[in-house]
């Protein structure tokens, strides 16, 4: 089993927590990813990266000394967004961690696919930018179908908490050989679910955080999940959508 997760936009370097354990599986072709942006100028990039002066100064700064093997953080302690604040796995016991290393996955724009203890250095990548890299005409085409390939190598089911940004990178490639189990969290209303963005990723947070602390091996254990007051729905869920309602 292997759980996907999301990049955040937010990063940090910590070099003195935890220690790195391995470099990531895609490197090399994230050299290319890094090369191509260095070959950008600021205008370019700022467009790329649709944001504002100060995050794009920070960012191009950050690639003018990007060394993609010094001066590395494991992947897990350098997101800081939402869903990573409600994991905390800075607080993880030595069980849980080695329990994420094993089991959990960030999919990312720049790196590709992610285990916990990798070494990164922070950038600004968004999976849906159009950056064209060798011939593809976005990150979408660059990665294809290589981050599902490598997962479906390591486990024959996934849990999806995922925004579909990145999942996507996954489900268009599933063959019917791998179980996709994608997680909703929601309120019922009229008879539907609505979904809101920051209590998704505090709960997808939480899920990875229930997971590891109860060293969840099969999919059936991950309706116990009760955090945040959200329950499992049998009503809503089928095989492959684990619905979750918060509690009213």
Not at 59 to 71: H, I
Not at 143 to 161: H, P, Q, V, Y
């Amino acid at each position: 089993m292997r759980i996907i997760i999301s990049p955040a936009k937010k990063m940090n370097e910590d070099t003195d927590s935890l220690a790195w354990l391995s470099l990531p599986e895609f490197l090399p072709r994230t050299r290319e990813v890094c090369n191509a942006l260095q070959a950008m100028d600021y205008e370019a990039l700022k467009k790329l990266w649709k944001c504002n002066d100060q995050i794009a100064a920070l960012n191009v700064e950050r690639l003018r000394q990007m060394e993609l093997d010094k001066s590395l953080t494991p992947a897990i302690l350098a997101y800081e967004g939402i869903q990573y604040q409600y994991m905390a796995p800075g607080v993880f016991t030595t069980q849980e961690l080695e329990y994420v290393q094993e089991h959990l996955r960030i999919l990312s724009g720049f790196y590709g696919l992610l285990r916990p203890f990798d070494g990164v250095r922070p950038y600004r990548l968004e999976m849906q930018a159009k950056l064209k890299i060798k011939g593809a005409k976005d990150l979408y085409t660059y990665w294809a179908d290589s981050l599902a390939g490598k997962l479906f190598e390591e486990t024959d089911c996934i849990i999806n908490l995922a925004s579909r940004e990145y999942s996507i990178c996954v489900s268009k490639y599933l063959d019917g050989s791998v179980r996709f189990i994608t997680c909703t969290f929601g309120e019922e209303k009229d008879g539907k679910v609505i979904e809101k963005g920051t209590m998704c990723k505090m709960a997808r947070g939480e899920m990875v955080r229930f997971m590891a602390e109860n060293n969840v091996r099969e999919p059936e254990q991950i309706k116990g999940f009760d955090r945040l007051r959200y329950r499992y729905s049998e009503e809503y869920s089928d095989r492959d959508n684990f619905v979750f309602i918060l509690e009213k």
